[in-house]
């Protein structure tokens, strides 16, 4: 087999790798970082593998929502309108897919990817160690109208076994004795047990180990990748920092860089970043065990081994994605507020920012490019983590077909 460049290595890069060496093609991944997950929404992104709640972003009540968001009413999230004519087209494709028919099919099609990508990701816990925990999810809804909503896309999801079950207060503090703990009110919860937790940042770098042992894989990390170069429509080369890599296949899988980069190859992606935060603490014996979201804050508690991920905020508008602290410590106070006691909060406080890469619909962008030899597996939204596997399988079909064809 020949070889293919991957670029990027974060939990997207690293798993289609992965699922190319398996089909035997000898790879080489290429990222700016020191080391695989270093850079982008894999390191330090909300932890959970959420195979049933992959919902689509656009959504009827986000649309609602707007005019608070805009106005800053809304602490975690925020949306600032900018002079980009490629954001005022994401935007309006967005708000297409912002309606109630267009959210389920959204939705619908992007559990199928997730229930691919939990085969992948149950495969691969064997060969590598990432905190990986089966604990199952509790999702809280703060009043009753929320509660009915989310109950009936919960009994779409139940038609693909996501087994989900609707808890009274009282069930859900049975079901979680952390809740007891928590510092609001909520009218209801919905527990869903076959949703996962994990350490993605670990398990890519233990699983550029094992595409090294066993697979030969071989790491350009410092290098930072500039352009790709083409000829008559057919790829000819990656530019780097240092160096053109030439090549008759390449993978872009950039994260929020992946449009910059497609941009140089004449592509254009329907990528818009949203900026969210995390804070990573030692986690204390009253910490929830099964992963909680709290929807009226739109935050997410997550254990993973000892420590206690804590995520949130959905920042639009500005794609320069550099840490503000304020928005840090909007949420580092959002989670005192609802989980005083489930971390040390006055200890080491692990701080981070990222980009997650939305599609108008949510929808992973996965195939072959109009640039022979060029492909894409990118615009996973916060949904990376969760989708890795599926898509990486579904591009190595799709490059050893165009091969097999040829």
Known sequence: MSRVLVLGAGVV???????????????????????????????????QLSYFYPDAMASPSLAANIPKYM???????????TPSPAFMAWSLKFLANATQGAFERNTTDILELALQSRSGIAELSAKV?????????????????????????????????????????????????ALALYRHSFVGAIWSP????????????????????DYGVRFLF??????????ANELVAVETGTEELHCERAVISLGAWSTPIA???????????????????????????ASITDTAR?????????RLRVAGLADIGSANGKFREDRFRTLLTTAIGIFP???????????????????????PIVGATRIKGLFLNCGHGSLGWTLSMATANKLADMIYQADFER
């Open 71 to 81: 106005l800053g009413r809304d602490p975690a999230f925020r949306v600032r309108l």
């Open 194 to 213: 076959h949703d996962e937790a994990g350490d993605s940042s670990l398990f890519c770098k233990n699983l550029q180990i094992l595409l090294e042992r």
């Open 129 to 177: 160690k990432f905190d990986h925990s089966k604990t199952g999810k509790i999702t809280l809804f703060s009043n009753q109208e929320s509660l009915f909503k989310a109950k009936g896309l919960s009994e779409l999801k139940n038609r693909y076994g996501a087994e989900q079950v609707v808890l009274t207060r009282a069930q859900a503090f049975e079901r979680e004795p």
């Open 222 to 231: 410092s290098t930072e990748i500039r352009r790709i170069r083409t000829h």
């Open 341 to 363: 006691e489930a971390g040390d909060y006055g200890g080491q406080v692990n701080a981070w920012t990222g980009l997650r890469p939305v599609t108008p619909d949510s929808k």
């Open 13 to 47: 890069g690293m798993t289609s790798a992965y699922a190319l060496a398996k089909k035997g093609y000898e790879v080489c991944v290429v990222d700016a970082a020191p080391g695989p997950a270093e850079a982008g929404a894999s390191f330090g992104n909300g932890a």
């Open 263 to 289: 941009r140089t190859a004449g592509i254009s992606l329907p990528i818009w970043p949203v900026q969210g935060y995390s804070l990573t603490i030692p986690a204390l014996s009253s910490a929830p065990v």
């Open 298 to 306: 739109k935050t997410v508690f997550c254990r993973i081994g000892n």
